[in-house]
DNA sequence: GGTTGAAGTTGACGCAGCGTAAACGCCTAC
DNA sequence: GTAGGCGTTTACGCTGCGTCAACTTCAACC
């Protein structure tokens, strides 16, 4: 028995162009090609086609499924490792459905996208590289411990007070002051104890300040933030900074 | 403030390949262009990236992101939809993982792949069209219900009786007897009954029996799930059955 | 002033698994 | 003779970039 390309396809429920692609790569060869190059498949072909299909279907690759299938890896072996990256699919699905809810809840409770702005570019984890190779390793982890061990509430108190910090320093940008001003030099002090609780002790030098006030305008994730309450805060923080770290430090 | 292609990139937490193809496809274009076609961002756009890059991990295509970020589309629209798709994918990818260990567990349990062939050669849901044609709608969704009806067990009953007939089907025309030789009619008769189970008291007539018969090296799924037994064993069993017919309907 | 290096640019291919024309050959039925 | 119907090969499309490749620009250094 043999049957035309149509036969099979129909048989094995696919399509005749799945066919000739599993031809094309060599997954599945007709059993005789005959005059015009029109391909035949018997029983054999049949089988191996079922068993191509119920691979698939269990979503395996073409590659593996060949691989398995030529005996070439044992089937059970190329079923378990499939089997983990489904779970892991599965798994990271869940936690993007769980995003996309919260999301939604937001936008439906009237906050805007992107309600993490100041956290996100303030992110430990995202500055990971940056502050050890200015700080060291070790107060990369001291910080990052101390950051992981607050609340989500904490985290976020930390954060409106920073927010707080730099509107201040944006109104007094705008008001006309200069960054060595005494307002300002109020504010910077705020701002330098707000960073020193983030250093969990090891409270910043006249030069790790303002390095920090550097990487400010620098970075465009600081210089962002800031400049976001109004052009030029970035800088203006800088220079305030700097001024700070050589008068009071 | 303006930045550098690099820097927004890694301000946002992302690669310049990528800013590159959100200009191509006017997703996000850079606020200025330089001398000799350096691109260069600002807030504006670095707020747009990071609304485009935050709905990116929600998994929005490139496309939907356009529609949605540019007001084309409400955005909690565009995640209600989203959430809806990622949701079907996980139903989608846990059937898939069941199948997955129902099959990896047969399979250690010493089954060969496939252990489902002749209930796939035979499964009525896949032959809707055909039977729908030859034998009507109502014979379809009777059959249908009965068969939905069985238990795991009963369905396997079922195919264990159809595979014992074909068995003795194949040894029949092994043994060289004629189509309308008395064991063969005796096994003939028992197939006739098998299909008058699935049939569901509507007794085949000797053209709807005939008509079976040559469907059964027609159509290769049961060519192929006869032929299985031996060489030509399709055409066998359509030869006796239409003996059969003639003879004792 | 030439070299080097870092970062920018524009193509263009690759990937996974086929769907979907497009253009053409062959066989059968009317 | 021609209209269907099924077969063939060739090749683009889809998604979202990663990854060369080849070339330009600009600042720094000898």
Redesign the pocket.
């Known amino acids: 028995m043999e049957w035309?390309?149509?036969e099979i396809a129909r048989s094995a429920g696919t399509?005749?162009?799945?066919l000739?692609?599993y031809d094309a790569i060599g997954l599945l060869r007709p059993s005789r090609v005959g005059h015009?190059?029109?391909?035949y498949y018997d029983e054999r072909a049949l089988l191996r086609l079922q068993r191509i299909l119920l691979l698939?279907e269990l979503g395996l690759?073409?590659?593996a499924i060949s691989e398995a299938i030529d005996g070439q890896r044992d089937e059970t072996a190329a079923l378990r490792t499939h089997l983990e990256l489904l779970e892991q699919e599965r798994e990271r699905l869940g936690r993007q459905i769980e995003s996309v809810r919260t999301t939604l809840a937001k936008l439906e409770g009237g906050e805007p996208l992107m309600p993490d702005e100041v956290l996100d570019g303030f992110d430990h984890t995202r500055h990971k590289d940056e502050v050890i190779e200015r700080w060291g390793r070790d107060a990369y982890e001291k910080g990052d411990r101390w950051w992981r061990s607050l609340s989500e509430d904490d985290r976020k108190e930390f954060m409106r007070r920073q927010t707080d910090i730099a509107a201040d320093f944006a109104r007094a940008h705008r008001a006309g002051l200069a960054p060595d001003a005494d307002e300002v030099r109020a504010i910077t002090r705020r701002h330098y104890e707000w960073v020193a609780v983030g250093w969990q002790g090891r409270r910043p030098t006249a030069e790790s300040f303002a390095g920090l006030g550097r990487m400010y305008t620098d970075d465009p994730r600081f210089a962002a933030t800031y400049d976001r309450h109004g052009e030029g805060t970035a800088a203006f923080v800088r220079d305030a900074m700097i001024a700070y770290a050589e008068r009071e430090l």
Request: proline share 0%; no cysteine.
């Open positions: 035309s390309i149509r399509t005749s162009r799945t000739r692609h015009g190059g029109t391909r698939r690759g073409l590659a």
